[in-house]
């Protein structure tokens, strides 16, 4: 059937060694788009709420979205959808590069990968073929070496995603690499991966594009007005690709929302040192591109004699401003060992972070350092503690690997985790940028920005600009973004494609793809619904009303230096008119709610 999808799922149980196809739910794929969505509601129905992350009965969803692949601009995303072992919530990170869309040219919608192997494993995918192989040659490899050492054995067409030592040793920050320097990155999906002895996955694909469109001449069209408005945006058309994502360093820390020290301050004054323009400068080899992306906001670059993916705005702030550091080559080295261990890129300096405050105060003493103190700006610290990190021993090698919210419970301190379900925020001051505030709270993954990009409006102004400094219909906005976000993430798009298209682009795209006929308000339904869906999943795992919460920092400390003194999070004012917006009494869905959205199954659960 023409309509973007194999309508074709291969269920692999890692403990029997049986490998199962099943077909698509057609209609229910419809309903949650792909990606994200279903994969989320395919969990769900699975049960996987309930389990312990990190146990066989646990699942890992690698699913494409309709679009993953697609002849259109920028659509090379997968997500990976699971149980999360860092906020024991959903986790559903996405991941961009070819991989997803040599799945996708595979036949393959989505592999379910379920159990325990025997002993470490990985799969390889030559289209229809689908095999279990020995990959206890390939324990402790690094990332970009099991890479080049797969595509040595399988040729070099094929993509490669792995884990690194990270995930091997089930660290709750390890992150699922792919393509070398892409990222599944968040939630700890590589130490899931990890608990079932799965090494790698490859894929090869005869086909080089989809040949399953359902309206390929709409396509055609829907494709061309996407280019033009992503060409015509100065973001998408040209600042992406001059500094990539680290043009925002400048940008954010200028109006004083550049979290420093831990959060301590909001503004660095060392920030020029590590921004866009300097890292364009110095350490610069080229920009970099995911598969069928016109935008190119990769950064590779050159980091001591060897040239890497490099750092996108959120590791630059992260083991940069955050850390009292402004070493640019450090932070690239730093970039280079999270992609080398399979490490998440935030999570981990944001946790050296609030270790470093945990040194400050005296809760953490020098001798439980072994030798590394935990200093502001200590370069030195930053290298050799990304490195315990992402291949722990001690004590205190754990602890840290297992993220803020646990180190600073650990030492009976827990106010200074900047994190929300346990997961770090990222690289916005929510005390100067009301908005981003609401998504941080109410992000069904934990700290998130990527889940309802609130500094789009909120700072660069984009599609409209908002006052960043009040809470007035911040709510509405936000559950907007959430909602538009949801269906990116599923169709298979990237978000940055959202600084200049809007819901009219991605429906017609849509539409185009899968023979749908939805209207705009069909589809951002559809993005209430999976947002939904994945609220019901956290509330089936145990998430309480109070985990809709920031850090008392932010709430309580006003800003105390730049542009931003002395604000703090409206975070108490602005969550009740969420609630009201997204229809939900104590932070979930009513039954009303869920009916209207077709979720009936979810009703008075």
Not at 139 to 160: C, F, T
Not at 466 to 494: P, Y
Request: charged letters at 25%; a negative charge; hydrophobic letters at 40%.
């Amino acid at each position: 059937m023409a309509d973007a999808y194999y309508e074709k799922i291969a269920r692999i149980n890692l403990t029997t060694g049986k490998i199962k196809v099943e077909p698509l739910d057609l209609e229910l794929a419809h309903k949650f788009i792909g990606g994200r969505g279903l994969g989320t509601k395919m969990l769900y129905d699975e049960g996987i709420a309930t389990v312990d992350p990190l146990s066989p009965e646990n699942k890992l969803i690698y699913i494409t979205g309709p679009m993953t692949g697609a002849a259109a601009p920028s659509t090379g995303r997968y997500m990976v959808c699971t149980k999360s072992p860092l906020t024991g919530m959903i986790a559903c990170s996405n991941s961009g590069g070819i991989w997803g869309a040599k799945l996708k040219y595979a036949g393959w919608d989505a592999i379910i990968v379920e159990g325990e192997a025997p002993d470490w494993t990985y799969i390889n995918i030559d289209d229809d073929k689908i095999e279990l192989l020995d990959a206890r040659e390939y324990v402790g490899v690094m990332s970009e070496a099991i890479d080049e050492q797969l595509k040595a054995k399988h040729g070099a067409d094929v993509s490669v995603l792995n884990i690194g030592p990270a995930g091997e040793k089930k660290v709750l920050l390890a992150a699922i690499m792919n393509d070398k320097d892409r990222a599944a990155g968040r939630s700890g999906v590589g130490a899931v991966m990890g608990s079932k002895k799965l090494k790698a996955i490859v894929v090869k694909a005869t086909r080089k594009k989809l040949d399953n469109i359902a309206d390929l001449d709409a396509l055609k069209v829907a494709a061309k007005n996407a280019m033009d408005v992503l060409k015509a945006n100065p973001v998408t058309g040209s600042g992406l690709r001059q500094l990539g994502t680290a043009v925002l360093v400048n940008i954010v820390n200028n109006i004083g929302a550049f979290p420093t020290k831990n959060w301590q301050e909001s503004y660095y004054d060392k920030g020029d040192d590590i921004s866009g323009e300097t890292l364009a400068e110095k350490y610069l080899v080229k920009p970099s591109a995911c598969h069928r992306c016109p935008i190119a906001c990769g950064r590779v670059v050159n980091v001591n004699g060897k040239v890497v993916g490099g750092p996108e705005y959120e590791p630059l702030w992260a083991y940069g401003g955050n850390c009292g550091n402004n070493d640019l080559n450090v932070i690239d080295e730093c970039n280079m060992l999270c992609n080398e261990y399979g490490l998440d890129a935030i999570s981990v300096p944001c946790t050296i972070a609030a270790a470093m405050e945990l040194y400050q105060r005296g809760y953490i003493k020098e001798e439980e350092c072994a030798g590394v103190p935990l200093e502001w700006g200590s370069t030195r610290a930053l290298v050799e503690w990304t490195k315990r990190m992402g291949n722990p021993e001690t004590e205190l090698d754990w602890l840290m690997s297992s993220g803020s919210a646990r180190l600073c419970e650990h030492y009976g301190h827990p106010e200074y985790s900047m994190s929300v379900k346990k997961q770090e925020m990222p690289a916005y001051d929510a005390r100067a940028i009301q908005g981003i505030g609401i998504t941080y709270a109410t992000s069904n993954r934990g700290g998130c920005h990527v889940r309802g990009y609130m500094i789009s409006p909120e700072v660069l102004g984009l599609p409209q600009q908002l006052d960043r400094t009040v809470t007035n219909e911040k709510a509405a906005w936000a559950k907007t973004f959430q909602d538009l976000t949801a269906v990116i993430d599923s169709m298979g798009h990237c978000l940055f494609t959202s600084f200049a298209m809007g819901a009219k682009e991605y429906t017609d795209l849509l539409n185009a793809a899968t023979g749908t006929n939805w209207t705009i308000e069909q589809v951002l339904e559809i993005g209430d619904r999976i947002y939904n869906i994945e609220r019901m999943f956290n509330k089936a795992a145990g998430m309480k009303p109070e985990d809709d919460r920031l850090p008392k920092r932010l709430l309580e400390e006003p800003v105390v230096n730049g542009p931003s003194t002395g604000m703090t999070s409206k975070l108490p004012l602005t969550l009740p008119e969420y609630y009201e917006a997204r229809g939900w009494v104590n932070a979930f869905p009513t039954d009303e709610t869920l009916k209207k959205l077709g979720l009936d199954e979810c009703v008075g659960k």
